[in-house]
């Protein structure tokens, strides 16, 4: 790999070039935008074109600094990522080495709290940068999620940023730019990362083969994913087909025979899944909601369109027919404010609870205007 392979990001490939070729590199940057979209792949190709023995910015791929690079085994690039405290050795080596393998991905911790802790930031960026390069010339130092440091390893960080001793790069990326102490943003360059087009995402997708996307499946994920790579590539592991089941069912209450197993269901997705699963069952949900919006609509040229959830098109039928616009355009409001209350930790068993009873009032009403309208 190397900085010309990142795809969709143009503009802060392009930042980082022109600093460079006007030898203005800054000693901080903070990379922000959605997670998923190539941030720490980038923060890693720029260390590694730094470092390679060829001329300019692009990485060979084959020297020694690059092989080196290429295994995260460079002893000048520094990579530090978030992890409960507790976690193992092996473990802390295997996601080490995915960062490298597989750029698009997520750690997902369940329930346990993942941080940048003061020590690591001590021991590697604080450490690291007061020395000399071992094969230089750039020290690089990225920390991937920066929002999840500790506000004491932030602090900590900050004396660094004030005075970065010279030949280092600090490569912040955060997909939350406003949880990290102004102390710390003011201090860095910023670089934007946006969404990726679908079809970006297709082809990133299908260029890799150990991700095992055909065309079909690649298209569906990319369709799911608003904009993330990483989020396509996850939907994907965890099975996509049956993943959309699970949600048809939820969205047509299967399970759900009166408050107490409504009650039971939320109970469900707020203690078994982490914040990330539930992000994602809500924008599942979202979906499922969009395709009936677009099914509601009578107009031919929608009711052709390819819907996500085409296997249950009977059942996203039933519910078009049954719920009137502005229900399912409230529903839609709902689950998307769930969403950002699960994003600002909001009791998930509360969030889960009101969509679910919102859902099922919804459907409630349906089925008596429906049955009232047979009497009639
Ligand atoms: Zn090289």
Known sequence: ?????????????????????????????????????????????????????????????????????????????????????????????????SYQRDGYREEDYGRKTAIISVESVLSEVVAGANQRPYVGPWKIFVIADADRMTDEAANTLLKTLEEPPEGTVIALTTSRPSALPATVVSRCQKIPFSRLPADVIEEILLADSRLGFDERRAKAAAALAQGSAGLAVRTQKEGLEAELGKIASLMQGKSVRGVRSLVEEAETL???????????????????????????????SNRTKALLYGKHRRALESQASALDFATIEGLIEKVDGARMAIERYSNPSIVFTSVLL?????????????DGEHAA
């Open 1 to 97: 790999m190397a900085l010309s392979r990142i795809k969709g990001q143009d503009h802060a490939v392009g930042l980082l070039r022109s600093a460079f070729e006007a030898d203005r590199l800054s000693h901080a940057y903070l990379m922000h935008g959605p997670e998923g979209v190539g941030k720490e792949t980038t923060a890693l190709e720029l260390a590694q074109g730094l470092n390679c023995e060829a001329e300019g910015l692009e990485a060979c791929g084959s020297c020694r600094a690059c092989t080196m690079a290429g295994r995260l085994a460079h002893p000048d690039i520094h990579l530090l990522f978030p992890a409960p405290r507790d976690l193992k050795a092996e473990a802390r080596a295997e996601i080490l080495a």
């Open 270 to 300: 707020a203690f078994r899944l982490g914040r990330r699963e539930q992000v994602k069952v809500l924008d599942l949900m979202l979906l499922w909601l969009r395709d009936v919006l677009v099914l509601s609509e009578v107009s031919a």
């Open 358 to 370: 919102d859902m099922a009032v919804a459907r409630k009403r349906a089925s008596t205007r429906r």
